[in-house]
């Protein structure tokens, strides 16, 4: 067999392994891929579910609310709660369509909002008629606390379902992985052993012949006497196979960068909407652990849309990195920034020991908008309203501190330019004349 043929086989065997190898690699990154979606579509069934409880309750404070006072703007979060906790419930079927348990699960949770809903809705009924003393009555049967009892446990139930299966998914994204860095370990190994085959092949039947052909016809042109060499110089071929590695080496660090985007906006790098429940429901708990109070800051940039009409989209993505980058600055190391969405941003500050620690962050955050920067060469003054809710002063529940953070922010862009406004109970008689996610 002559040296070309041996050359030809030997390269498509090398070649063979690395076209198998990279192949094989990507499937099972594609499987990766595959196994963090099912992390992600738990976190939503879980934030779904919470939200379900959530808006439930919403409905029933509505409804308590209206019958202690008769006034008609408490049926507004009786109707909202409602309409929300059939969303969520729709959104949870949808979900977990797929798993026939949690489908029974599901079954007893809409039965139990059923007749919920039917015992709220005789109570307001009776009320809309002049029979409050039956709508009383009705209530004080206690037929709702069992039906929440009720819905809460089988909540749970479905819940614990979906966690084992969260435990069960991220046991195979791990093992994913695991297998992943094993086959670049392999990968590795087998390509390095190939290169020293490779060296040794070509070093012996083509570079050795050739630098001694070379050699030989030199000293034949200096009239020298042919003698046979037996040391031949290193050859390139290493280099060759050092892209392999490098290929490797990128494909090894994908699944992380994947996690990684999940949590985090793109644009700015903060931490996006999917974990501001976890982050705060973490301080929240700190903060009764430690007595200590919990600051949730709402930012909403004023006149941003007319920077995006003036300026243009580049210009305003420049303005919300910025801002995160001031964000970022201003608060403490154990604090929380996120980016919620457009020209929305969330600050967690925790472990705050008394209500001074919570002015002084505020002074810090309007302090550090008060001078304008610079944008794309551009002079500009990056301009929020802020709005603060407090734990435990304002409510011990996450969801609540946010959407109170909101509502005292509308009340800061009343008052235009940099502001700030702390949350007030007098607050909500307005909020429920005006919308909230409503900035522009």
């Known amino acids: 067999m002559n040296v070309r043929l041996k050359l030809a086989l030997f390269l498509l065997v090398l070649f063979s392994i690395s076209i198998v190898g990279s192949i094989l690699t990507f499937k099972l990154e594609s499987y990766g891929d595959e196994k963090l979606a099912w992390v992600i579509h738990t976190h939503n069934v879980i934030t779904d579910s919470e939200k379900l409880l959530s808006s439930m309750k919403d409905a029933e404070t509505g409804q308590r609310g209206y019958l202690l006072t008769q006034e008609i703007t408490y049926l507004e979060p009786y109707y909202t709660g409602m309409s929300n906790a059939q969303k969520m419930f729709q959104e949870l079927r949808l979900l977990t369509k797929d798993n026939p348990e949690q489908q029974a699960a599901l079954d007893n949770i809409d039965k139990s909002i059923k007749l919920k809903f039917d015992e709220l809705a005789l109570t307001v009924e009776l009320t809309q008629y002049d029979n409050l003393s039956q709508a009383l009555k009705v209530v004080k049967e206690d037929r709702g606390k069992d039906y929440m009892d009720s819905l809460r446990a089988d909540l749970t139930q479905f819940i614990n379902i979906e966690m084992i299966l969260l435990e069960k998914r991220k046991g195979d994204f791990k093992e994913n992985r695991t297998q992943l860095v094993t086959l670049i370990k392999m990968q590795i190994v087998v390509l390095i052993f190939l290169a020293i085959a490779t060296i040794s092949f070509m070093k012996r039947n083509l570079f050795d012949p050739l630098n001694l052909l070379l050699l030989s016809t030199k ?70 652990k430690t007595n200590t109070k919990v600051a949730v800051y709402f930012l909403d940039l004023n006149k941003f849309k007319e920077i995006n009409d003036s300026l243009g989209h580049d210009i305003g993505d420049q303005v919300l990195i910025k801002t995160s980058q001031l964000l ?16 929305e941003f969330l600050v967690i500050g925790q472990d705050i020991s008394q209500h001074s620690g919570i002015k002084k962050l505020t ?6 908008f008060k001078f304008p920067v610079i944008i794309n060469e551009t002079s500009m003054l990056i301009s929020p309203s802020i709005g603060v809710a407090i734990y435990p ?3 011990v529940k996450g969801e609540e501190l946010i959407k109170f953070a909101d509502i005292a922010m509308y009340e800061a862009k009343k008052e ?25």
Not at 328 to 343: C, N, P, Q, Y
Not at 363 to 368: A, D, T
């Open 219 to 288: 000293k034949m042109q200096q009239g020298e006497k042919l003698e046979i060499a037996d040391v031949v110089e290193k050859n390139e071929m290493g280099n060759l196979l050092a892209a392999f590695f490098k290929m490797n080496e990128v494909v090894h660090e994908k699944a992380e960068v994947l996690a990684y985007k999940a949590h985090h906006d793109e644009l700015t790098g903060l931490q996006n909407r999917s974990m501001v429940n976890t982050e705060l429901q973490c301080a929240i708990h700190h903060g009764e």
């Open 393 to 395: 002063d304002d409510s």
């Open 363 to 368: 002074s810090k955050l309007l302090e550090q």
């Open 416 to 440: 235009q330019g940099n502001s700030c406004c702390e949350f007030a109970p007098s607050m909500l008689k307005r909020d429920v004349d005006q919308p909230l996610n409503i900035h522009k």
């Open 328 to 343: 970022a600055e201003t608060i403490r190391s154990k604090d929380k920034v996120f980016r919620l969405g457009g020209d």
